[in-house]
Nanobody, 124 residues
Framework: QVQLVESGGGLVQPGGSLRLSCEATGSFISIEQMGWYRQPPGKQRELVAI???????NYADSIKGRFTISIDSAKNTVYLQMNSLKPEDTAVYYC??????????????????WGQGTQVTASS
């Protein structure tokens, strides 16, 4: 089993910055991808950013140039640096990870996990 523990959310004025962290702990062989999703009030969960084991990244168009995702592989921790926050960035932010859970011969078992969510509010 894998646990994702998030931290760093809070209340910030528009134009401000926050840094989210998410550490993966538990039993797994390696992390293939980690990322962040968010769910604004009354809306569906949406992708914010993903980073892969190869360090390639994908970002939602709405946050490009303002948010940066990074990973510390030694600590199994992913970060989301959020700058120039806007009121429309207000949401519950969820950490996500895709991990290699087990191998048996040539068969690999992957699994996806979610964090509990952390509230980010950009408001004056």
């Amino acid at each position: 089993q894998v646990q994702l523990v998030e931290s760093g959310g809070g209340l910030v004025q528009p134009g401000g910055s926050l840094r989210l962290s998410c550490e993966a702990t538990g039993s797994f062989i390696s992390i293939e991808q980690m990322g962040w999703y968010r769910q604004p009030p009354g809306k569906q969960r949406e992708l914010v950013a993903i980073i892969r084991r190869t360090d390639s990244t994908n970002y939602a168009d709405s946050i490009k140039g303002r948010f940066t995702i990074s990973i510390d592989s030694a600590k199994n921790t992913v970060y989301l640096q959020m700058n120039s926050l806007k009121p429309e960035d207000t949401a519950v932010y969820y950490c996500w990870a895709s991990v290699l859970q087990a191998t048996r011969g040539s068969v690999r078992t992957w699994a996806n996990y979610w964090g509990q969510g952390t509230q980010v509010t950009a408001s004056s």
